[in-house]
C-alpha cells in the first residue's frame, strides 16, 4: 500500500465530511443537487469499501495505517486498516446506500440539512470503525451521536421529540463515561493510542491496576449503552421506532459500533496475551449479554408495533453478540461476526420495510401531522401524499409480503437465509469451545437463549405479519414508489448472498477473527508505521 | 477621506489598542493594526452609531481629572459607610429627578458611564420625551446638589465635548 | 525581606479577594429577588478578574493576562442578557 | 446426465418452477398446472430412475462445500428409505397437482398456490435427501414456512389466519428444538453428516447427552407429524385448500416426523426412554386421534383426527424398539398416504360440489355422485384396516407387533394388545360415519349447491389411488414389495428382519383382534348413531383438551401475561430509572473493576494547599450545591449559580497552567448564559406548588437518588484523587512539547496538538459542532413552543400599555430609553470586539487564543449587537449567513488538511513557511493557521447559528401571536 | 516567584502595597453587597471593586511588569478602558430592569412611572435660576 | 491542592448525578452542565495539577519539557468543552421543543400519574 492508494484509508471520513460541507454552502432548495451528491459519496464509498476490504484481504495479515498529520504513532492521531474495520466500513457504506435511496421517495425533504446530517452520520460512523486513537474514537462517536440526534429528529414531532429526549440524555451521559473512562486510563498509562496502549498494559504496575480496571470498566460501560445491553438498553427501542425510516436503518449500524468498538478493544487490550488483565469482564460480558437476549425477547414478545419489535430485535442481536464474545474463542467471533453482518442486515430491510408496510394501514402518512404550521412559516415542501408516494407499483402488496418473510425468517434464524447459518455458526462455534463431546454449562444456556430468541421472534413476527399482510379489514394497498423498494430488496438480496456464498465470507471472517486473536500483529503494525517525511522528501517545518 | 475613514478617531483608538494588545510597535504590527483598524470601523458604519464628533480635547482631559477625583473621594466614602457599625445610621438613600438639556446620546452615554463610575450613584432612569433623568443615591443629603453636581460639574462639559 | 512582604502581601490579597467571591456568592444564594443574584455576579467576575490579576503579578507570567482582559470585556454580555431578561422578558427580541 | 446432476435436479427443479409460478399472470390456471404437473412428473420420473440404484441397499451421494470450516457440506443422499419418500412425495404431487387444477376456483390467485406448492415439494424433497443433519433442519423449516403459507392461503378468513399460525408456531418452534439436537449430536459425533452420525450409534446410546438430545430431536418429530400433545395444530390446519391438505396435511409433510424418527432409528432407537417417549407419545395419539375423529362433524376435520391417528400408529410402531415395527411403520406411511390422499380429494369433491363439508348436513349422497362415493368407500375401508386393501396389511403388522412387543414394563405389554385393538374399533367407527354419513340416507336438502360427479379429471387422482390401495392390498408382495424392501435396507441396512408381505396369514390372534375391531367399530358407530345425529360439538369426555383454545390462551398469556408485565418490570420508558440505572451500573462497574486492588500507590504527591484556591473553592461548591437545590423553581437562580461553578472551574484551570482552558471556559460559559436565557423564554414558570406532604414513595426514591449522588461523586473524586497524586507515567505528552516548536512551529503546545498533532480530533469536534448547529436549527424550523409562551411576555405587554396610555409616549418609547444608552455603548464596542476576536486568532499558534476562542469572541460580538438593537434592526444591515461560515469553515479546514497531499504527505501534515518581506519582517505563513482559520469560521457560524436560530424564534410568535391571540376564536 | 527577587524593592513594595489595598477595596465593595439593605443601595457597593479595587489593581500590575520586562507594559489600560465602558451598559440595564419590577410589584420605595411633564419644568427652572 | 480539587470534583458530580436524576428537564440539563465540569476538571487532573508551568515555550529557547505542564490533558478538555458546549444547546432546544409539544416539562414528555 503506497502512494496516492495509502490514502485510500482516510476516504470513508473525508469524503462524507467533504460532501456534507459542500452541500452547506449551497442553498437549502436545491434538493436534487444535494441528494445526487449524497448519492455519489456513498456509492463511492462502497467502492472504496470494496477496494480496502480487497486491500486489507490482499495483504494477509498486515494491516494498513494511516498518520494524521505524518505523526508517528504512538503520537500522532492513526487510523488503522484491517479485515474487520475494512468489513465494518463496507457494511456501513451499504447500509447507507440503502437508507439513502429509502430515503430519496420523500424523507429527505421532511426537514432541512438531511443529506449534509446524514453524510455526517457517515463520517462518524466510519471514523469510529478506522480510528486507532482513543480519544479520537470519542470524537468520532460525538459526531456520530450528533448527527444521529439530527436524524432521530428529522421530520420533527412528539414521538421524535420525546425519544430524542431521551436518547440524548442518555447518550450524554453514556459520552461522559466515555470522557472519564478515557481519562482514567490516560492518567495510569499516559497514552491514548490503541496499540501502545496494549503494548503498555501488560507492564503497569500492581498498584495502578485498580485504577486502570476502573477507567476499563466505565468505558465499556459507555460502549455497552451504545451496544444496548440491559439494563442500560431502554431507550433503545423508543428512539429507533420513533426515527424515520432511513435513519432507524442506519441506526442499526450504530449499535454495532459499540459492539466494533468493544470487541477490537476488548481482544486487544485484554486478550489472551494482556497478561494480569486478560480476560477482564468476560463474563460480564456473557451474562449481560445474555440479559439482553432475555430482555429482547421479552420485548419482541411484548411489543404490539412492527416498529418497537424491530428495536427489540436489535437488542437480541446486540444481546447475542455481546454474550458470545464473552467467550473468547476464535471460532465463535468468526461466527459473530457472520451473525453481526447478517442480523444487522436484516433489522435495517425491516426498519425500511415498516414503514411501507404501515403506510397502508395509517392512511396519510403521519409525519406531519403533528407539525401542523398553526406556528411559524411554512417553508417545507408539504408532503403531498397523492404526488409524493407516486405510482403504486404492481403486487405491491406481494413483494411487501415477501420481504417481510425474508425479514422474519432472517431474525428468527430460519432457514433459508443467513440468519439460520449465522446461528448455526455462532452455536457450532459455541459447542465447540465447551470441548469434544461435552456441552458446558454457558453453552447450554447460550444454546437455549438462542433458540428462545428466535421462538419468540417467530411467535413476534408472525402476530406482526398476519396483522399487517392478512388484515381481513380492507386496508388499502400502500402506495410504494420503486426506490423505497429497491434498497428493501438490496439488502435481502444480500442475506441471500451471504447464505449462498457463506463459505467465502466465513473464509474472509475467520481471517479477521484471528487477526482480532492476535493482535501483536496489529500492535506492531501501528507502532512501526513509517512516517511520508522519511521517505519523501521536503515537507516538515 | 469620509467614505474610507468614517470615524477616525474610533480607528486611531483601535490602531492603539491592537499595539497595546500585541505590546508591539513593529512595522507589521502597525499595519495590520491600521487595517483592522480601517476594516472593523467600515463595518461599524453599516450599525449607524449615532453621528457625532468629539472636539476640545482639553476640555475633555478637564473633565477626566474632575471624574478621577471625584472616583477617588465617594471611593472612600462609600467604603466608609459599607465600614460602619450599622450602615443605615445617619444616612438616607434615594432616589434624584434631573432634567437634562441634552438629548445627545453621546454625552448621555458619556455621562452614564460618569455616574455609574462614581461610586454612591448609579443611573436608573431616563425618560426621553422629557428629557428627566433618575439617579440613585446612596448618601442623599441634598438632592439639590446633586442636580448641580451632574448638570454643572458634568452634562456642560461633555455638550462642550460632543455638541 | 520586600520580596518576603511582597509574597505575604499577594497570598494575603488573593485571600481577601477570595473573601469578596464568598460575599458575592452568599449574595448570590440569598438574593433575595433575581436582580441581586445578577449584580452579584456581576461582581464575582469582577473579582475573579481580580484574582487573575494577582495570580499573574504572583507568577510573573504575562500568560494569565488575556484571560484577564477577554472578562473585561465580555464578562458583561451574561449579566445584560440576564438583566435584559428579567426588564424584556427575552434577551433578543 | 450424471446421478449427481439428477439428484440436484430433482431437489431444484421444484424450486426453479416455483420462482416461475411466482410470476405467471394471475389467471393462468392451465399454465401453472401444467408447468407444476410436469415438474412433479419429472421428479417422479427421476426418483424411478434411481430405483436400481437403491434397490440393494446402494446410496447415492452427492456432495458440495458450502461452509467447509464449520463441516457443512451441501450434501445430498439417496437411499432406499429416502426413494420412498421421494416417490411419494413427486408421485402424490403430480395427483395433487391434477386434482388442483379442477379444485381451485378461477377467482382464486393460482400463481402463489402453485408456487408454495412447489416450493414445498423441493422443501420436502430437501428433507429426504439431505445428507447432512443441519441441512434437514433446513429443508424442515422451509417445510413448515411452506405450509403455513398454505394454509393461510385464503387470508381473507380468520380460521386460515389462525391455523396458519398455529401450525407454523408449534412446527417452527420443534425446528428449533430439532436444531438444537441436532446440533448437539453433531457436536458429539464430531459431524452432521448423515453417514457419520449413523455410524455413531454405540456412542451416541452410551453419551450422557444422549437424552437431552432425544428429548430435543422428538420435539422436532412430533410437531411436525402431530403427536400428543401437539397435535392440535393439524385439524386447524384444514383450512387450507384441500389438494394442501391431500398433500401435505396427510401424505407428505406431516410425516416428515416420522421419516426422522425412521432415519434415525438405528441410533437413538433401542434404548427405555425411547420407548418411553416415542411408544408413549404414539400409543396416546393412536387412541386419541382415533376416538376424536370419531366425534368430527367436519369431514376434513374427521380426515385429520384420522390422520392423526395413524401418525400415532406409526410413531408407535417405531417407538417399540423392534425391527420388525419399524418396517411396519414404513409400510404403513406408504399405505396411509395413498388412502389418506385419496379420501382428503373425495372429501374435496363434495365440498366443491356441494358447498359443504359438514357431515350433519351431508347425506345421500351416493345417488348424486356414485363413482366417487364407491372410490371413496374403497379408500375408506382401507382405512379402516378392511381386509384386500392396503390398510389391512400393515394393520395386521401392527397387531402382530403389539402382541409380541417386548415393553420394559410387564403390565405395558399385556395392555397393549388391547389397546389396538380399541384403536381398530374406533377407526372402524369414523371410517363407517363418513362414508355413512355423506353418502347414505335421504336425499340431501338445502345444501348450497346441487351436488353431481366432478370433472373426470377431478376424480382421476382418486381413482389412481383407490387402485392403488387394492392392488397393494391384494397383490403385495409383487406391488409394493421390493420397494418397501429398499426402504427397510435403508433404515435398517444389515439388521433389516425378514418379514412376509401375504395377505393371508391364517387364523391368528391378529386377525381375530381384527374381526373384533370390525364388529365392534360397527357396533359402537351404531351405538353413537343418536348421540351423532343430535349434532353436538365436541367430543364426549375429551371436551377440554381443546389445543386450539390452549394454545392461543397460552399465546396470550405469554405475550401479554407474562412479556408485558416482565417488559414493565425489567424494562423502562421512563428517562429517571434510566439514568439512575447507568449511574448505577457505571457505579458499580468501577468498583467490580477496582475490586480488591488498592487504589493507593506509594507516598501521594502533593501540590501544597492555597488558601485562595481553597476558599475559591468553597464557593464553587456551594455554587454547585446551590444550582442543584435552585434548578426546580428558580432556573434563572440556578443558571446564575452554575456560572458561578464554571467561573471557579476557569479559575482553576488558571491557577494549574492552563490559560487556554479558562479562555475556552469563559467564552463557552458566557455563551452558554445567553443560549439558556434565550431559551427559557420559552420554558413556562414553575409555580412552586404547595405539597402539602412528600409521598413516601419520593421520599424514598429522594433519598434513593441522593444516595447514589454521593457515591457517585465520592467515587469520582477518590478516583482522581488517586490519579492525581500519583506520580505523572511516561506520557506521549514529552513528545508534544520537544516538538511543538521546532516541527509544529508554534510555541502554545496545547494549541499546536488542537491543530497539527491532533488536528484530526479538532476537525472531528468542529464538525459536530457544525451537526449540531444545523439539527438545532432544523429542530427550530418546525418548533412550536409551549402555548403559555406564545404570547409576548408580560413586561413587554406591560410597558407596551405603558407607553400606549401616556399620550406623550409612542409603543416602543420604553425599551427605546432602556437601551439608549447601553445600544450606544455596545455598538462602539463593536469594532473593537472584532479586533478581540481576530487578535485572539492570530496569537493562538504561540500564546493563549486559537480559533475556537476567537470564533466565540466574534459570534458573541455579534450577539451583543443583537442583544441591544434586536434582529429586525441586526438583520436589515448586517447579515450573517451561518451555514454559509459553518461549510466555509469544514471545507477551509478540509483543504488545509488535503493541501498536504500535494506534497506526498498525508492529511493534515502541516507545513510552514516564512515569508520574508522588506520592512515588515518575516511573516509566519503556518498551514495550521489555515485549518484554524476553518475551526474559526465554523464556530462563528454555529454558535451565531445556534443562537440566532432560537432569537428567530420571538419574531415568528409575534408573527402569529397578534392574529390568532382571541382564545375564542378556537371552536 | 522567582523573578520577583530581582526587582528593585520599592517597585515589591508599591506594588504590594496596591494590591493589597484594592483587594481590601474590592472586598469592602462585596461586604457592602451583603450588608446594605434595599438592591438600589447594595448595587452601589461593588462599584468600589469596578473603580478604584481594579484601577489600582492595574497599576499594580502595570509597575510590576514593566520593572520586571524593563519596558514599558501598559496593555492593563486596556482592562481600565473596556471596564470603563462596560460597567454602564450593565448596571444601567440592571438596575432600570430592577426599577420596573419594583414598580411592577407595586412597591411604593421606588418613584413612580415618572411625573407628569410641568412639574418637572417647574421644579427645574427653579434650579437653574438657583 | 489535590485534595480541594477532588473534592471539588466530587460535588460537581454528586449536584450534577442529583439533578440529572430529576424528572425536570431543566434540571436535567443543569445537572450534565455541571457534570461536565466535573468531567472537564477531571480530564485536567490527569496531567496532575502544577503551578505556573502552562505549556507555552518560549521561541528558540532549547526545551526541557518537565519544566512544562502535561499539555494533552488540556487539548483533550479543549475537545470535550466543546462537545459539550453543543450537546447543551442540543438539548436546550429538544427540552423546548419537548414542552412545546407535549405541555409539560417533564422529562418522560407527560406528568406522573396522568
Ligand atoms: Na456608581
Ligand atoms: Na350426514
Known sequence: MSGWLHHLIIVPVLLPLTVGAGMLLLEEPRRRLKASLSLFSTLVLISVAIALLQLAQGNGAEIGVYLLGDWPAPFGIVLVLDRLSALMLLLSSVLALASLLFSLARWHRAGPHFHPLFQFLLVGINGAFLTGDLFNLFVFFEVMLAAS??????????????????????????????????????????????????????????????????????????????????????????????????????????????????????????????????????????????????????????????????????????????????????????????????????????????????????????????????????????????????????????????????CALLLAGLPPLSGFIGKFILLAAVLDSSGTATVSLDAWLLLAAVILSGLAAVIAMTRAGIRTFWAPLGRSVPRVRLIEITPIGLLLLLCVLLTVQAGPVMYYLQGTAEALHAPQRYIEGVLSAPRAGQTAQGGGA | MKRWLPFPRLAALILIAWLLLNQSLAPSHILLGALLALLSTQLLVRLQPPRGHASRFWTALVLLGRVLLDIIRSNIAVAGIILRRRPERNRTAGFVHIGLTSRHPYVLAALACIITATPGTIWVDYESASGVLIIHVLDLVDEEAWIQTITQRYESLLREIFE | MMLGFFTAALTTAQVLLALAMACSSVRLFIGPRAQDRVVALDAFYVNAMLLLLTFGIRTGSNLYFEVALVIALLGFVGTVALAKFLMRGEVIE | MSDSMLLILLVALPFVGSLIAALLPT???????????????????????????????????????????????????????????????????????????????????????????????????????????????????????????????????????????????????????????????????????????????????????????????????????????????????????????????????????????????????????????????????????????????????????????????????????????????????????????????????????????????????????????????????????????????????????????????????????????????????????????????????????????????????????????????????????????????????????????????????????????????????????????????????????????????????????????????????????????????????????????????????????????????????????????????????????????????????????????????????????????????????????????????????????????????????????????????????????????????????????????????????????????????????????????????EQQRVQNAYDDARPDRRLGDTVAEYLLVPAVLMRLLFPMMLVMALYLFLRGHNLPGGGFVAGLTMAVTFIVQYMANGTRWVESRLRLHPVRWIGLGLVFALLTGIGAWLLAHPFLTSHTRYLELPWLGSIPLASALFFDLGVFSLVVGATALILIALAHQSLRSVLVARPVSPPSKED | MSAAANLPAWVLFLTALLVLVSASLTLIGTIGLLRLKTFYERTHAPTLGTTLGIGLMLFASMIYFSALQSRPVLHELLIAVFMTVTTPITLVLLVRAALYRDRYAGSDKVPPTSPPKSTLLKKQAKIDSD | MELIVALGIGVLVASGVWLILRPRTYQVIIGLSLLSYAVNLLIFGMGRLRVNAAPVLEAGAAVDASQYTDPLPQALVLTAIVISFATTALFLVVLLASRGLTGTDHVDGREPGT
Open chain 1, 149 to 406: 440526534y439530527g436524524l432521530v429528529l428529522h421530520g420533527s414531532g412528539t414521538a421524535r421529540v420525546k425519544a430524542g429526549l431521551h436518547y440524548i440524555a442518555v447518550n450524554l451521559a453514556a459520552s461522559l463515561l466515555f470522557l472519564i473512562g478515557v481519562a482514567l486510563i490516560y492518567g495510569v498509562t499516559g497514552t491514548l493510542n490503541m496499540a501502545d496502549l496494549a503494548n503498555r498494559l501488560p507492564a503497569v504496575a500492581t498498584e495502578d491496576r485498580a485504577l486502570l480496571q476502573a477507567g476499563a470498566a466505565i468505558l465499556g460501560i459507555a460502549f455497552l449503552v451504545k451496544a444496548g445491553m440491559w439494563p442500560l438498553c431502554f431507550w433503545l427501542p423508543t428512539t429507533y421506532a420513533a426515527a424515520s425510516a432511513p435513519a432507524a436503518a442506519m441506526f442499526s449500524i450504530m449499535s454495532k459500533v459499540g459492539i466494533y468498538v468493544i470487541l477490537r478493544l476488548w481482544l486487544l487490550l485484554f486478550g489472551a496475551d494482556a497478561g494480569s488483565v486478560a480476560g477482564f469482564g468476560g463474563s460480564w460480558l456473557f451474562y449481560g449479554g445474555l440479559l439482553t437476549v432475555g430482555f429482547g425477547t421479552i420485548g419482541a414478545l411484548a411489543s404490539q408495533d412492527m416498529s418497537r419489535l424491530a428495536g427489540y430485535n436489535v437488542l437480541v442481536s446486540s444481546g447475542t453478540l455481546l454474550a458470545v464474545l464473552g467467550v473468547t474463542d476464535m471460532a465463535i467471533t468468526a461466527g459473530a461476526l457472520f451473525y453481526l453482518l447478517s442480523s444487522t442486515l436484516a433489522i435495517s430491510a425491516f426498519f425500511l420495510l415498516i414503514e411501507l408496510a404501515e403506510r397502508g394501514r395509517r392512511a396519510g402518512a403521519d409525519i406531519l401531522a403533528v407539525t401542523l404550521e398553526a406556528f411559524g412559516e411554512t417553508e417545507e415542501e408539504p408532503l403531498h401524499e397523492e404526488e409524493e408516494a407516486g405510482i403504486a407499483i404492481p403486487a405491491t402488496m406481494a413483494i411487501l409480503g415477501l420481504s417481510f418473510v425474508f
Open chain 4, 27 to 793: 389467471n393462468a390456471r392451465n399454465a401453472e398446472a401444467w408447468l407444476a404437473g410436469l415438474i412433479a412428473l419429472a421428479g417422479l420420473l427421476i426418483t424411478a430412475s434411481f430405483f436400481p440404484a437403491v434397490a440393494e441397499g446402494g446410496v447415492l451421494r452427492f456432495r458440495a462445500e458450502w461452509l467447509p470450516t464449520f463441516g457443512l457440506d451441501f450434501s445430498l443422499r439417496l437411499d432406499g428409505f429416502a426413494w420412498l419418500f421421494s416417490a411419494l412425495v413427486t408421485g402424490i404431487g403430480v395427483l395433487v397437482v391434477l386434482y388442483a387444477r379442477y379444485y381451485m376456483s378461477p377467482q382464486d390467485p393460482v400463481p402463489r398456490f402453485f408456487s408454495f406448492l412447489l416450493a414445498f415439494m423441493g422443501s420436502m424433497l430437501g428433507i429426504v435427501l439431505s445428507g447432512n443433519l443441519i441441512q434437514l433442519v433446513f429443508f424442515w423449516e422451509l417445510t413448515s414456512l411452506f405450509s403455513f403459507l398454505l394454509i393461510g392461503y385464503w387470508h381473507h378468513r380468520a380460521d386460515a389466519r389462525d391455523g396458519a399460525r398455529m401450525a407454523l408456531t408449534i412446527t417452527a418452534t420443534g425446528g428449533l428444538a430439532l436444531l438444537a439436537g441436532v446440533l448437539v449430536l453433531g457436536h458429539i459425533v464430531g459431524s452432521y453428516e448423515l453417514d457419520q452420525v449413523l455410524a455413531s450409534a454405540d456412542l451416541i446410546r452410551a453419551h450422557p447427552l444422549y437424552l437431552p438430545i432425544l428429548v430435543l430431536i422428538l420435539l422436532g418429530a412430533f410437531t411436525k407429524s402431530a403427536q400428543f400433545p401437539f397435535h392440535f395444530w393439524l385439524p386447524h390446519a384444514m383450512a387450507a385448500p384441500t389438494p394442501v391438505s391431500a398433500y401435505l396435511h396427510s401424505a407428505t409433510m406431516v410425516k416428515a416426523g416420522v421419516f426422522l424418527l425412521a432415519r434415525l432409528w438405528p441410533v437413538l432407537a433401542g434404548s427405555d426412554a425411547w420407548f418411553w417417549l416415542v411408544g408413549g407419545a404414539g400409543l396416546s395419539t393412536l387412541l386419541i386421534g382415533s376416538y376424536v375423529a370419531i366425534f368430527q362433524h367436519d369431514l376434513k376435520g374427521l380426515l385429520a383426527y384420522s390422520t392423526i391417528s395413524h401418525l400415532g400408529l406409526i410413531t408407535l410402531l417405531l417407538g417399540l424398539n423392534s425391527p420388525l415395527a419399524a418396517v411396519a411403520a414404513i409400510f404403513h406411511i406408504l399405505n396411509h398416504a395413498t388412502f389418506k390422499a385419496s379420501l382428503f380429494m373425495a372429501a374435496g369433491i363434495i365440498d366443491h360440489e356441494s358447498g359443504t363439508r359438514d357431515i350433519r348436513r351431508l347425506s345421500g349422497l351416493y345417488r348424486l355422485m356414485p363413482i366417487t362415493a364407491t372410490l371413496a368407500m374403497v379408500a375408506a375401508a382401507a382405512m379402516a384396516g378392511v381386509p384386500l386393501l392396503n390398510g389391512f396389511l400393515s394393520k395386521e403388522m401392527f397387531f402382530t407387533e403389539a402382541l409380541t412387543a417386548t415393553a420394559p414394563l410387564q403390565s405395558l405389554e399385556a395392555i397393549l394388545p388391547y389397546a389396538a385393538t380399541l384403536y381398530g374399533m374406533f377407526s372402524v367407527a369414523y371410517s363407517l360415519r363418513f362414508i355413512h354419513g355423506a353418502f347414505f340416507g335421504p336425499p340431501p336438502v338445502g345444501l348450497p349447491r346441487t351436488p353431481h360427479e366432478p370433472p373426470h379429471w377431478m376424480r382421476f387422482p382418486v381413482e389412481l389411488l383407490v387402485l392403488a390401495c387394492l392392488v397393494v392390498g391384494i397383490l403385495p408382495a409383487i406391488t409394493v414389495g421390493p420397494f418397501l424392501d429398499a426402504a427397510a435396507l435403508g433404515v435398517l441396512g444389515a439388521a433389516k428382519p425378514a418379514y412376509n408381505l401375504a395377505v393371508w396369514h391364517g387364523f391368528n390372534l391378529p386377525l381375530l383382534m381384527s374381526v373384533i375391531a370390525l364388529i365392534g367399530g360397527v357396533l359402537l358407530y351404531l351405538i353413537l348413531q343418536n348421540y351423532l345425529l343430535s349434532g353436538v360439538e365436541g367430543t364426549p369426555f375429551v371436551r377440554r383438551l381443546a389445543g386450539k383454545r390452549l394454545f392461543e390462551r397460552s399465546l396470550v398469556v405469554l405475550s401479554w401475561r407474562i412479556a408485558r408485565p416482565l417488559e414493565t418490570l425489567l424494562g423502562t420508558r421512563r428517562l429517571q430509572p434510566q439514568l439512575r440505572l447507568v449511574v448505577v451500573v457505571a457505579l458499580l462497574a468501577g468498583l467490580a473493576a477496582v475490586g480488591g486492588w488498592q487504589l493507593a500507590a506509594g507516598p501521594p504527591q502533593f501540590s501544597g494547599l492555597d488558601p485562595a484556591l481553597t476558599l475559591v473553592w468553597a464557593v464553587g461548591i456551594a455554587c454547585a450545591i446551590g444550582a442543584a437545590y435552585q434548578a426546580k423553581y428558580h432556573r434563572l437562580a440556578a443558571l446564575i449559580l452554575m456560572g458561578g461553578a464554571g467561573l471557579v472551574t476557569c479559575i482553576t484551570f488558571i491557577w494549574f497552567s492552563a490559560p487556554d482552558l479558562a479562555l475556552t471556559q469563559l467564552l463557552v460559559e458566557i455563551v452558554t448564559t445567553v443560549l439558556i436565557l434565550l431559551g427559557l423564554r420559552w420554558l413556562p414558570k414553575r409555580i412552586p406548588e404547595d405539597e402539602p406532604m412528600v409521598q413516601p414513595v419520593t421520599l424514598a426514591r429522594r433519598i434513593g437518588d441522593f444516595a447514589i449522588a454521593m457515591f457517585a461523586g465520592g467515587g469520582v473524586a477518590l478516583l482522581a484523587y488517586a490519579v492525581m497524586t500519583r506520580p505523572l507515567p511516561d506520557t506521549i505528552s514529552r513528545y508534544f512539547t520537544e516538538r511543538a516548536y521546532s516541527e509544529g512551529g508554534g510555541t502554545n503546545v496545547v494549541n499546536v496538538i488542537l491543530v497539527d498533532f491532533r488536528g484530526f480530533d479538532t476537525l472531528g469536534e468542529i464538525t459536530v459542532l457544525g451537526v449540531v448547529a444545523l439539527t438545532v436549527y432544523a429542530l427550530l424550523r418546525r418548533f412550536r413552543p409551549a402555548p403559555e409562551s406564545i404570547a409576548i411576555p
